[in-house]
T-cell receptor
């Protein structure tokens, strides 16, 4: 069964509104989670590293104020796309490594965001 | 900086044949892990196989095996006896720091594999 749950699986929002995506680790605690973005027919690009109890670490070129990350607990990280625009339409997917299991990284089901 | 290169944007293979998906990587770290993931049209990332940089033997998982050539920095995925359900995108990925599950994973550009009946 799934060990990382991501919600919602798809969302359509109006331009200018904000959208929150949740990533939950099931049956294990994740002090670190990763957020990726994938445009059609492209690879997964790491956006940021979410750290429980501290600020997220963003990759170069990713706007911190636009993509707000909150790691509220050891099992939940959220990504909020603020003031969304059509160019933010993409597939967002989170990953949560299970501690002491470095031979695998678990991914959520992904969220397909469409901004109209 | 670490980098993953997949030079095959797309491949067509006849059902039941074996297929090799190429992956080369670049890293200055001596300790790292290599992954292969399958991504069907649904978008989910399905873990296939892992190879640690210090593992002496090539990893195998069922019909999947990883041809690890450390000196050449290559980690090709071999799928034996391909099936129609193998049609998907395949990503090679790397994480620096063998024992650090909290290290970020970066991905190659992917290979779209299509299996012909």
């Amino acid at each position: 069964g799934a060990v990382v749950s991501q919600h919602p699986s798809w969302v359509i929002c109006k331009s200018g509104t904000s959208v929150k995506i949740e990533c939950r680790s099931l049956d294990f605690q994740a002090t670190t989670m990763f957020w990726y973005r994938q445009f059609p027919k492209q690879s997964l690009m790491l956006m940021a590293t979410s750290n429980e109890g501290s600020k997220a670490t963003y990759e170069q070129g990713v706007e911190k104020d636009k993509f707000l990350i909150n790691h509220a607990s050891l099992t939940l990280s959220t990504l909020t796309v603020t003031s969304a625009h059509p160019e933010d339409s993409s597939f967002y997917i989170c990953s949560a490594p299970r501690p002491q299991m470095n031979t695998e990284a678990f991914f959520g089901q992904g969220t397909r965001l469409t901004v109209v | 900086a670490q980098k993953i290169t997949q030079t095959q944007p797309g491949m067509f293979v006849q059902e039941k044949e074996a297929v090799t998906l190429d992956c080369t990587y670049d890293t200055s770290d001596q300790s790292y892990g290599l992954f292969w993931y399958k991504q069907p049209s649904s978008g989910e990332m399905i873990f296939l196989i892992y190879q640690g940089s210090y593992d002496e033997q090539n990893a195998t998982e069922g019909r999947y095996s990883l041809n690890f050539q450390k000196a050449r920095k290559s980690a090709n995925l071999v799928i034996s006896a391909s099936q129609l359900g193998d049609s998907a995108m395949y990503f090679c990925a790397m994480r620096e720091g063998r024992y650090s599950s909290a290290s970020k994973i970066i991905f190659g550009s992917g290979t779209r594999l299509s299996i012909r009946p």
